[in-house]
Structures are given as structure tokens and as C-alpha cells.
């Protein structure tokens, strides 16, 4: 994995370039400020004549479509604009089929591009949307929050969400290219920007001790969207997830280091019914959180180093407890049975991301569903 020194190496300037190395499916991310309106001219430089159908929400469009429409016409290159509802319901079934038609009624074809222009759930919707149109047209991701910038608009997973669990359903479609604006952060809500933070504190928890000890002395820099320590966090971050998505683009091996505090993490989300009660990112902090704490009840990790790990968390303003959900106590075997439709389930037995110390992540498939329980039943038991 690139360690910091790596990323600080890099030569200071507006905008940074991270490439995902896929062989002829391989693409550019480029971060920095001021990139929105540079975006018509970066796709049709890159990517040739198509034309542009975008995809976002409400808040996003409120904010910023009327600047990347401009953008992109300039170019000669939108389409047309699709505006859905915001948040986590949206990634369904029932927005999927109709979205699909309002891109073929636009009259996209295979040689277009669908522009995903949102967060986590909009890149992942429009994803797959464009995955299953025509058989798969390519797409462009625009993220606009940290979480998205930093992780999920990087790797190619898309999908949608079910009664049964989260992205259950999907495709693995790598983007054309994605254009990572760090000035369009500022409109976020400052709980989704604390909620993108945990995805950034993941990349140092999992494989780079170096980074996470950066961050601990410079993530009030992130918030205050100093541009160089902004940069700095989400290039090293897409740097991270590039490498291993390199590595392990179906998630066979070591993709799934990538979901270190999901397991716990995605179980709080379906327990609270993917509403605004918890956060993906907040569901991510605590799984986290439980992750090492339960790595150290396993005497795996070293003594102390979940509440290093907890203190940090807390000092961002994020949750790091299953008791800190609002709304009603969790049931440690309800948790036990959400994990257990997990997509890394393999022959009935939990995948963990466990820890051996900060920087130092592996997967585990051999732990037993009693002891998750009675770790959850202790945890649940907290206040």
C-alpha cells in the first residue's frame, strides 16, 4: 500500500492525478479545487465526442448542476439531467427500472456516458445503471462528498440495496474516469463530512500506521478545508484503494481489507433500515471501532489499541459505540442474522476484517457466529 511519504513526495499543485492500473480498462482520478468547471473540457479531452446524461439528487442539484451543465455544454456534450430523491432509499429496485428508461428515453447510446454526480448512493445507482443499459455504457463519477471522493466513486462496484441487505444486488463497472472536486465539499452537511471522514481514517487503520498518525495531528485541517491537507488525505486514500483494487478488482483476495468495520458496520444500517438515523460512514466508525475492540478481545491486537483507535474517532464528532444509534436498542442476534447476508459470506461463515495492530488488517473466516454474539451481547450491554 503507498504510505504517506509516498503521497507527500508528490509535487505540490492545484490538482493531482491518481491512475487506477486496469489494463485497457484503466482510468485517471483527478483531485484537487476549482475542477467542476473544468469538467466538460476534461471529458471530451479524455473520453472523445460522447454525449452526457447526468444523474443526481436534489441536494447535489441545488448546489451544483447548473455549473457542471454549463460545463458540459460548452463541449457540446450534455444530454439531458435526471434529478432523484436524496439518500439511501434511493439505491432500490423500485428507482433503478425507472431510471433506466429515462436514460434510454434521452437517447443515450453505447458510445455515451452516464455522469454520476452525487455521494455514495448516486454513484452507486448510476453506476449500475449504466452497467445494465445497452448491455453496459461507460460512466463518468463526480463525487461530491468526502466518502464518495475517497472510496466508493474508485474500484467499479455499483448496486442497489434490499430488504435482504446492502448492494446485494449489482455489477462490478469500472468508471471512464472520475473527477474528485475538493471545493464542491464545502456545501456538504458538516455530519456527512465527519461521516466521509471514517472511510479516510479506514485507509490508515487497515495498511498505513504512517497516515493514521498524520491524521491524528491533521484532520482539524480536513474540516477546515485547508486545500493541501485536503488533497493530501484523498489522494493518498485513492492511492490505497487503487493498489488493492489493482490487486483484486472482484474482490477474490485482498479486496475485502477494503471492508474493514462493514461487517458490523452494514448490520447497523439495515438494523436502522438505511435511514437517516445512521450514516454509512457513521455505521463504518462504529464497525471500525467494534472491529478492533473485538480484535482485542480475541487477544489478537495489543491492549489499548482499540481505545487509540476510539479516541481518535470520538475526537472527530463521529460514533463509535452500537449504543450511541439513537432510536431503540439493537438485539445482538438480529445484528448476528444481518450479517449473515453479507455479500463475503462463504458457505454459511462470517468474513471479518480483524486486526493484529493500527496498519495491520487481514481477513479472518474462521470465527464463530457464538462469539460475535457474545461480543455483541457485551457491546449492546454498554452505555
Not at 445497452?134 to 471522493?149: D, K
Not at 463475503?344 to 464463530?368: C, N, P, Q
Amino acid at each position: 500500500m503507498p504510505t504517506l511519504a509516498h503521497s507527500m513526495a508528490a509535487t505540490t499543485r492545484a490538482a493531482r492525478t491518481v491512475n487506477v492500473p486496469l489494463g485497457g480498462r484503466a482510468y485517471d482520478v483527478l483531485i484537487g479545487p476549482d475542477l467542476l468547471a473544468e469538467a466538460g473540457r476534461l471529458v471530451a479531452g479524455r473520453l472523445g465526442k460522447a454525449r452526457c446524461g447526468i444523474v443526481t439528487d436534489e441536494n447535489v442539484a441545488a448546489h451544483h448542476l447548473g455549473a457542471l451543465e454549463a460545463s458540459l455544454k460548452a463541449e457540446g456534450r450534455h444530454k439531458g439531467s435526471i434529478v432523484l430523491k436524496a439518500g439511501e432509499p434511493t439505491k432500490s429496485f423500485r428507482e433503478l427500472a425507472p431510471l433506466c428508461e429515462r436514460l434510454l428515453e434521452m437517447g443515450l447510446e453505447r458510445g455515451d456516458l452516464v455522469v454520476a454526480f452525487g455521494g455514495g448512493v448516486i454513484g452507486d445507482l448510476a453506476g449500475f445503471a449504466a452497467g445494465i443499459l445497452r448491455r453496459g455504457v461507460r460512466f463518468v463519477q463526480i463525487p461530491t462528498t468526502l466518502l464518495a471522493q475517497v472510496d466508493s466513486s474508485v474500484g467499479g462496484k455499483t448496486g442497489i440495496n434490499t430488504p435482504q441487505g446492502k448492494n446485494l444486488i449489482g455489477v462490478f463497472h469500472q468508471p471512464a474516469l472520475v473527477i474528485a472536486d475538493t471545493d464542491v465539499l464545502k456545501t456538504l452537511p458538516a455530519r456527512e463530512m465527519r461521516a466521509g471522514y471514517a472511510e479516510v481514517a479506514k485507509y490508515g487503520l487497515l495498511g498505513d500506521a504512517g497516515f493514521f498518525a498524520w491524521l491524528e495531528q491533521a484532520y482539524e485541517g480536513i474540516f477546515a478545508f485547508d486545500r493541501e491537507t485536503l488533497v493530501t488525505a484523498i489522494e493518498t486514500s485513492v492511492k490505497a484503494k487503487a493498489a488493492i483494487v489493482a490487486r483484486d478488482e472482484h474482490e477474490t483476495g485482498d479486496r475485502a481489507l477494503l471492508n474493514l468495520g462493514h461487517t458490523f458496520g452494514h448490520a447497523l444500517e439495515a438494523w436502522t433500515g438505511y435511514s437517516d438515523r445512521l450514516l454509512h460512514g457513521e455505521g463504518v466508525a462504529i464497525g471500525m471501532c467494534l472491529a478492533f475492540r473485538f480484535s482485542e478481545s480475541l487477544g489478537l491486537c495489543p491492549a489499548g489499541t482499540a481505545e487509540r483507535v476510539v479516541r481518535h474517532i470520538e475526537a472527530v464528532g463521529l460514533p463509535t459505540r452500537i449504543v450511541d444509534i439513537p432510536g431503540g436498542e439493537a438485539d445482538a442476534d438480529e445484528l448476528v442474522r444481518l450479517m449473515g447476508q453479507d455479500k463475503k459470506v462463504r458457505d454459511g461463515r462470517l468474513t471479518f476484517i480483524l486486526a493484529r495492530a493500527i496498519g495491520e488488517a487481514f481477513i479472518s473466516r474462521d470465527i464463530d457466529q457464538d462469539q460475535v454474539r457474545d461480543f455483541l451481547v457485551s457491546e449492546i450491554a454498554k452505555s
